[in-house]
């Protein structure tokens, strides 16, 4: 009975409470699943106030370079200066190779190797960052001059991958070098100063472009249409003259001296900042002389004298397939390194010394790559794309041109022991693609990986990297030399 009446009050009871105390409120749903992937910082989170003043810091030396070295010939120039300012020496002689030693190798001034001999002899294998400094351009062909209408124009073929549209209405300025049968090299730059004409791709106007507007993303202008204004003022009625009067007062050259010169046409712009907090540089070149710009600074600034042999490879022609005799697939690599083991070993020195110190080598193949774009994200495959400001990527292509397994987990160790935020690429299966120098080292039996820096607008006249990941793909060439 007492149980009886205890359970009727307690239906009454219940039966007068606020109807949302009845309410059961649903289990609340379960946090999906994250991946260590999702979980991680962008370079500026994990940054220390004072970390982030030595990021711009760097970042504005770099663009001082950025501003000078507008193609592979002017890199290396610069780049030499900046190593012989630091203590490096031209090397010349068996004796200068002895630990500690910090020698330059010049490849025909378009191609560079900065070299800090180490400890241990370099039979032992060698610890390399290779890079390319060339970037997409367009030459001066041989016979560049022509008259079109009333204006005087530069005839050109490009080089490298570029979007045509691009250069249209684009300040250029023409820089390089030129040969001439008395044995003079002439230095020509013109466009990068400020009391410096430019040179422009003229554009079509929309009130008469109608026949032009069927034109597809990348023919909007063909191959031989990125021909830009050279002169506009005749010379005793041509206009021919004028452009020679004015290349002869300046450089002492006639008309045929053009077929023994290297002439590009690049973007005239200086690099600058971006954005409003200033976290991404702009400039012409990124591609790559970023990379170029931070392993030539990382063997410039390493310490002491490292275990094994550090070299900072600077490379010419990447862009159009790395040829010619200043570019990757050159022999110019393996004869520089088999000098330098021959100073070494002196008469004992054999050709099986040389294969077997790069087979005992480690190469950083580092070349920028593109980022996941705020416009076009579907052109990448997002979990596995390189984010902006997340650290250097380790490059993952798949169908045999990735790294082997185990130096992938030493360079990991690397980049962790160093507090370095990371990251990996992989291009959109069927829509993406590219690649490095890697595979010419990967040729000569050496350990090879692919990485690099996101870019936004690769290829363009006006790339943009994050401040943090070139500040950090150059703390962990710093750390790979230092190992």
Known sequence: MRSILSLSFLAVFATGLPARAQEVKPPAPASPLKTVWEGKKSGWELATAEQRKEIFTFNDGYKAFLKTARSAYFSTREMT????AAGFVEFTSAAQVKPGAKLLVNSRDRGLMLVV?????????????ATHHDSSHLDLKARPIYVAGAVAMFNTVEYGGIKHYQYANEPMALVGRIDTTDGKTIDVSIGLDDSDP????????PHSDT?????TYQNVLESEELDPVAASIPTDGSLVATVMKEMTARYGIKEEDFVSGELHLVPARMPADVGIDRGLTGGYGQDDRLSSYCAARAALDLKGTPKKTVV???TNHEEAGSVNNTGARSEF?????????AAQKGKDYSDLDL???LRASEVISADTNDGINPLFGSTSEATNAAKMGFGPAIKRYGRGFDGNSEFIARIRGVLDRSSIPWQTQTPKVGVGGGGTIGQFFSDWDMEVIDMGVPLLSMHSTFEISSKVDTWNFYRFMSAFFAQ
Not at 81 to 84: F, G, I, L, N
Not at 117 to 129: D, I, N, Q, T
Request: charged letters at 20%.
């Open 81 to 84: 200066r900046q190593a012989k």
């Open 117 to 129: 001999v180490g400890s241990e002899p370099m039979a032992s294998g060698l610890r390399v960052v």
């Open 198 to 205: 430019v040179f422009v791709i003229p554009d079509n106007a």
């Open 211 to 215: 026949p032009l507007r069927s034109r």
């Open 312 to 314: 900072a490879y600077l």
């Open 333 to 341: 690599f393996n004869n520089s390194v088999g000098r330098l083991i």
């Open 355 to 357: 294969r077997l110190a």
